[in-house]
């Protein structure tokens, strides 16, 4: 293993999630807000956003374990 790794996974590592958190699921967000028509004036609308996001982040928890490498 090369000298120093662990500061190069941990850095990609954090970079993952920070870039999961700031990009990757506010894109989804805005996204689902523009298929189910949610707006400030169409906030009633939200719930449906949640009914379509929470099957696909149980699906992406599934599916997880089969893309990140196991060695």
């Not at 506010?26 to 996001?53: E, G, W």
């Amino acid at each position: 293993m090369p000298h120093n790794v662990e500061a190069s996974v941990m850095a990609l590592v954090s970079g993952t999630i920070v870039w999961s958190y700031e990009v990757g699921a506010k894109i989804s967000a805005s996204v689902y807000c523009q298929i189910f028509d949610v707006d400030d004036d169409h906030m009633d609308n939200y719930p449906r956003v949640l009914t379509a996001k929470i099957p696909a982040i149980i699906l992406l928890m599934i599916i997880t374990p089969f893309i990140i490498p196991n060695n």
